[in-house]
Structures are given as C-alpha cells and as structure tokens.
C-alpha cells in the first residue's frame, strides 16, 4: 500500500471522528474513532512489513522475514525515507546465509541511508568486514572491525569481533599452498 493512502485513511477517520462527537454528539464512538486514526499515522513513520520481519527475526525465522520483505515491491513508495535502510539492513541480514556476495552492497546502502539504532550499525558494519575480508582486503576488513567494536557499546557482539579478528591473523592459504603437478620455473614440464 502507497505510503500516502495511509495519511488519506488517518485523515478520513479524523473528520469522522469530528462529525461523531459535533454532529451527532457521541462523544465516546468519536474518541474511538480518533484512537483507530492514530494506527495508520503510526504505519505511516514504521512500515507493517518492516515491523513484521523484524518480529520473524527476532523469532529467528529468516524465512519468514524474507516473505514479508518481498512484499515491498518499491521501497520508495511504500516506505518513509526514514525506513530505507531498515529495508536494506533487513534485506541483506536474511540474504546473509543463502547469497553472502548479496550482502555487501545492501549493507552500504543501509548504512548510507541511516540506521537509528547504534547495534544495528554495529551488525552492518560487521558483515561489511566479514565481506572485506572474505574478498582478501584485509586493511579495509581491519578498519571495519575496528568500527564495528567502537559501534556496539552493549558488547553483543565481541565473540563475532574476537572471531573475525583472528581470522584476520591466519595466513592467507592461497601464499602457503603447493600444488606439486605446476611447472616451476626453470624446471620441465611434466
């Protein structure tokens, strides 16, 4: 549902809310009705999908929240400026398991529209370095690391930090590894 129909439905059950308590003098049915206008300013500012994906996140169903998510045809008019990066935060923490490359670049568009809570700052900053280190660029992993520690006062997520951290420390396979069957320089070719 447009984002704007939901003002026009608020605004409809104010002026009926109006009539009740003027026109008819029911006073009681006219608070009512102001009470049900209040939900859909309310679901104007904080989107229904989004509320609901993250109720299935915080039951830990990714699936559930990806359903909903995909209910959102276009973000821009469904949603407030205010939930675009809510939108894409969510969408790359349920595409996180199934398509890792995915993730990165809603993570940046999350974290470039602005996410209010400092944790979830914190959590996108941290796939962002998970992202960063799992494509070899280990400075830039290192930095986001560092954001990402500075980002979570709560400390919810050090063990994840602590585990990236180490990884960062263990050589690179790729530098250590030998394939016997390749040509060495000089040598002749088997």
């Known amino acids: 549902m447009n984002k704007y129909i939901k003002i026009v439905i608020a605004a409809v059950l104010i002026l009926l809310g109006l009539w009740m308590m003027i026109f008819t003098r029911n006073l009681g049915w006219g608070i009512v009705i102001f009470l049900l206008a209040s939900s859909p300013i309310l679901l104007f500012f904080k989107n229904e999908y989004i ?14 929240a990806a359903e ?14 205010s939930q675009y990066g809510y939108y894409h935060y969510l969408l790359g923490l349920t595409q996180a398991q199934d398509h890792p490359t995915k993730v990165e670049p809603l993570m940046k ?3 470039e529209y602005g996410l209010n809570m400092k944790h979830d700052r914190a ?15 280990k400075q830039e992993g290192q930095k986001l690391l560092e954001e990402a520690k500075r980002l979570d006062s709560a400390g919810m997520m050090t063990d994840q930090i602590k585990m990236m ?10 530098k250590h590894m030998h394939n016997p069957n390749m040509r060495q320089r000089g040598g002749k070719i088997r």
């Open 165 to 174: 951290k180490d990884q960062l420390k263990m050589p690179t396979m790729q």
């Open 109 to 111: 568009k999350a974290l």
């Open 123 to 137: 959590m996108a900053t941290l796939n962002l370095a998970a992202a960063a280190i799992s494509k070899g660029r």
């Open 68 to 81: 909903w998510l995909t209910k959102i045809k276009n973000y821009e008019s469904q949603l407030h400026k």
């Open 51 to 64: 509320l609901l994906a993250f109720w299935q996140l915080r039951k830990q169903n990714m699936g559930g």
